[in-house]
């Protein structure tokens, strides 16, 4: 099992968690998800409800990633499999990502 803690604008938000069988699952902090103050960080995952399920990376998260020769490059020097895509996440969402959302490593 594998994790990566989801920030909005240095907010912690939750949990990103790649189960022990591939899958994913995303749960909203306590605090975040009770709160009015604090919109949810994508379409997809609403605050309706606290924790997600998914058989790949959500494609919320997925669309954070670099694509094309950044990719390469990001696989060459970090040493990342082209293809896990969770990995990619943990460690370049926390510096690389545009836009409020990052995620750091656990």
């Not at 998800?33 to 409800?49: D, Q, R, V």
């Given at each position: 099992?594998?994790?990566?803690?989801?920030?909005?604008?240095?907010?912690?938000?939750?949990?990103?968690?790649?189960?022990?069988?591939?899958?994913?699952?995303?749960?909203?902090?306590?605090?975040y998800f009770t709160s009015e103050n604090y919109s949810a960080i994508?379409?997809?995952?609403?605050?309706?409800?606290?924790?997600?399920?998914?058989?790949?990376?959500?494609?919320?998260?997925?669309?954070?990633?670099?694509?094309?020769?950044?990719?390469?490059?990001?696989?060459?020097?970090?040493?990342?499999?082209?293809?896990?895509?969770?990995?990619?996440?943990?460690?370049?969402?926390?510096?690389?990502?545009?836009?409020a959302i990052r995620v750091e490593e656990?």
């Amino acid at each position: 099992m594998r994790q990566g803690k989801v920030f909005n604008n240095q907010i912690y938000v939750g949990l990103i968690t790649q189960l022990d069988d591939g899958s994913f699952k995303f749960e909203y902090d306590d605090v975040y998800f009770t709160s009015e103050n604090y919109s949810a960080i994508s379409l997809t995952l609403p605050k309706n409800t606290r924790v997600y399920f998914s058989p790949v990376l959500f494609p919320f998260f997925f669309n954070m990633l670099s694509e094309g020769r950044n990719k390469l490059a990001q696989s060459r020097i970090l040493k990342i499999d082209e293809n896990d895509h969770f990995t990619f996440l943990i460690k370049t969402a926390s510096t690389e990502s545009i836009g409020a959302i990052r995620v750091e490593e656990v």
